[in-house]
């Protein structure tokens, strides 16, 4: 089945598949076991190898923001600095239980270049250390305190803001934007989403499509998501794709992946947006599959049409 299929994919990212899954197979066999450790290891290694192009940003800056119940450090990308630039928050994936600003210090760097944009790059916490809804209590307290953040910095800026997550970090987004509706406080002008994850219930059809040997794979969905759920939450209940959406809701952009299991959700928020009158964009990236930005050198084209997207996109808005 992968042989027909995988016609779509282009060549030096169908043969790292396939020397994926021999190595995933090999592994089985000589009793590997999913830990805390080796996921996060693994993720991190992914990017580090395949993301080698690390561009120069005009000013890049650490500090921390002072959330209700955590001091979370953010990082500060700014491509013009003596420019009042409009921002974007930047929630990374990683299923909620990896990644880190450190591994995605590449791609942040190429998102202030494409959109112009400040980008602040959230070290939100991770599970299972720490489980929902510490991450979205972090993102969400970045949301309301980033201004303060910056002109703390003495870093000029325009008060304007829009969201941008890959992955996990685009269901934190999604459910930011969602909870922005009700606090008037905090305006979110647009938001980008990477292949995201939309729907913690997994009922949409390319969950079992795309189950496995695209990387994304069902079982490490579950596993991942039961590291981060652990309060028994109603996980349709939480799921953005399920949330009530207002006229305040941002415009958005989603990206969705040939080949990943997270394909369908995205393409169903899609259309539940629009049908709630919301402006969306729609980009499917064909013979892509999930988390294809952290494997770049393998896919420069897609990527580079990735980041050209969300530059156009967040630029429309004025």
């Not at 390319?206 to 998501?225: D, H, K, T």
Request: charged share 25%; net charge negative; with cysteine.
């Amino acid at each position: 089945m992968h042989n027909q299929r995988d016609a779509a994919i282009p060549t030096p990212l169908r043969e790292w598949l396939e020397q994926t899954r021999a190595a995933k197979a090999a592994a089985h066999a000589n009793g590997y076991r999913r830990t805390v450790i080796n996921a996060r290891e693994t993720f991190d290694a992914l990017i580090r190898t395949f993301v080698t192009d690390r561009p120069e940003v005009a000013l890049v800056r650490d500090d921390v923001i002072l959330g209700p119940d955590y001091a979370v450090p953010v990082r500060l990308y700014h491509p013009a600095p003596d420019e009042a630039r409009p921002v974007a928050l930047f929630l990374h994936g990683g299923g909620h239980v990896a990644g880190s600003v450190a591994a995605y210090d590449p791609i942040a760097r190429k998102l202030a270049l494409a959109t112009g944009r400040v980008i602040v790059a959230v070290e939100y916490r991770l599970a299972p250390e720490c489980p929902y809804p510490a991450a979205l209590r972090d993102s969400m307290a970045c949301a309301k305190l980033i201004f303060h953040c910056l002109s703390g910095q003495r870093l000029r800026h325009a008060r304007r803001l829009a969201l941008i997550g890959d992955s996990a970090g685009g269901a934190l987004c999604a459910t930011v934007s969602h909870l922005a509706q009700y606090e008037p406080d905090v305006a979110i002008e647009a938001q980008a989403l990477l292949y995201p994850s939309l729907d913690y219930s997994l009922a949409q059809p390319s969950v079992m499509e795309n189950a496995e040997g695209y990387l994304l794979e069902r079982e490490r969905i579950l596993w991942l998501f039961d590291s981060y759920l652990q309060g028994h939450e109603n996980r349709r209940a939480i799921s953005p794709l399920f949330m009530d959406i207002t006229e305040r809701y941002p415009r958005t952009l989603v990206l969705t992946a040939e080949f990943d299991p997270l394909r369908d959700e995205g393409i169903a928020y899609v259309e539940r947006l629009r049908e709630h009158s919301i402006a969306t964009e729609h980009w499917p990236m064909s013979g892509m599959v999930h988390a294809y930005l952290n494997l770049e050198d393998l896919v420069p084209e897609a990527c580079a049409e990735t980041y050209t997207a969300v530059g156009h996109f967040l630029d429309a808005g004025g």
